[in-house]
């Protein structure tokens, strides 16, 4: 450990109780942007965390890189490793490289890339392991960002000490499911704390990466590593604090607009990762887009977007997920689809930075499809993103979200912030019945976003699963992140799925 880690770690015990008051005191109407930061502890803003990709990916050392840059990383560790990277190189694959139609045991050897038993390690971390079910204080939502003990127990069962070494997130098979979970990767290590310099997503799947000039089956194995299961690394020692990465309900509530408008010169672009029959409610679908078993797996839309109401037997509620009260959008977000942001012919990887510029910048691609507003047509040039705009991004549960966070905060540089409770949250939290013929909160309810939404309730009550509220009349809605910082600042360990820290009195009263 060294003097300035220590010197740290002593200040911490001294500074919590001044952090845990500013952070309480937040819910009495100020902002936790206001918290002062702990000595040693540094509270980065959005813009902080930003990184901007090279032009060329294969010029990366960090952020999104190229498997021709991995190739010659493994190959020789020692000589080529980065500069400040002085540990070793872990390859966490969120799933093998076998294909879901003929998955293991049938023989594949390029199921892993290929470790070489020292400096050099691959491990299988399945999406599972990168998400949580936690409660905010209001509801409890699936999914979510790891706690502390959560993402410990990570660093210690693949040995990471993520100050020395460098750690590569990476699909495994390439598909858009292994594309979210890969970020959901990126997204809890940064969010934790770790240093950009000491994380890397690989582009593409090992399907693809096989196939080209940059890796060969040579590269890849029929079997990871093994945990060692013996790390001693806390996020507690990594004095960063990321958690603005995670835009709370709160937070959401204060962006959101007063109607549903494109507005440009807020500071605020609020991005819809999901397809535009669910943005639209049902109203309006884009090409691409199935509307099976509607249309019988044909493709619903000749054009660039279409009317599904033609057709008599459509029903708005295709587009419902998680037995939801409601769908729609929240006032003033943009909708573009994750997947067009990957090539879907090239392994799943990120497209070009200057394609995902040309998308920020509201421009259309070759299917006429660009960022579209609540009239569902395309925003038109020079008004989606606005420079000095902070993008908010959200899907069904944020995982198609890490596709568009990464896009924006990895590749282009634009502070970004993840809505982790997302549609499946802010759906629920409505003035509408549920199945048990209960209102999921009642109509004084200051966390009701339907009053901030454009949406479509569900058909019958009966549809919606009966939500778990913790508190209506909750004065935050920001306890996973008070609950991540106090555990990062050595307080009390959180419980498991988001039991909570123990917190000080009040001190709003009441």
Known sequence: MTEAMRISLRGRAGHVGVLCLAVMLSACGGSEDDTAPAAGIRISSAADIAQTSADDYNDNINGVITGATLKRWKDDWINERPAGITGKLVILQVSD????????????????????????????????????????????????????????????????????????????????????????????????????????????????????????????????????????????????????????????????????????????????????????????????????????????????????????????MVSFQNAGSRQGHPWGALQLQFTRLLDATSGFSYRPKSVLQGYLDGDVDANGIGFMDASYQPVGAARAYQPGDTIYTYCETTMRAMITGIASGVILGKPTRFYDGAMVEWNSLSHLQDATGNFILPVDSTWRTDNRSYYQPAVNPLNVATRNINDAYARSADAIVREDRLYKLGGADSGAGGGGAALPANPCGG
Request: proline share 9%; glycine share 10%; aromatic share 8%.
């Open 97 to 316: 490289g076998s294909s879901p139609a003929n998955p293991p045991p049938d023989p594949n050897p390029t199921l892993y890339v290929k470790p070489n038993g020292t400096n050099v390690v691959t491990y299988l971390a399945p999406s599972a392991e990168w998400v949580q079910t936690r409660s905010n204080g209001v509801i409890t939502t699936q999914s979510m960002v790891l706690d502390g003990p959560g993402v410990d127990a990570l660093l210690k069962k693949y040995s990471i000490d993520p100050t020395k070494d460098m750690i590569v997130c990476a699909q495994g098979w390439g598909s858009p499911g292994n594309a979210m979970a890969q970020g959901r990767c990126w997204y809890t290590l940064r969010y934790w704390g770790v240093d950009a310099a000491h994380l890397a997503l690989l582009n593409g799947g090992n399907n693809w990466l096989t196939t080209g000039p940059d890796m060969n089956a040579a590269d890849f194995t029929d079997k990871p590593s093994t945990p060692p299961n013996n790390g001693t690394f806390s996020v507690r020692a990594l004095t960063t604090d990321n958690t603005v990465l995670q835009a709370t309900l709160q937070d959401m509530l204060a962006v959101v607009p007063s109607s549903d408008a494109n507005e440009l010169g807020d500071g605020v672009f609020i991005w819809d990762a999901r397809n535009l029959g669910q943005y639209s409610a049902g109203e309006m679908l884009e090409i691409g887009e199935d509307t099976d078993p509607i249309t019988s797996g044909t493709q619903a839309c000749a054009t660039t977007t279409c009317d599904p109401a033609a057709n008599p037997n459509y029903s708005y």
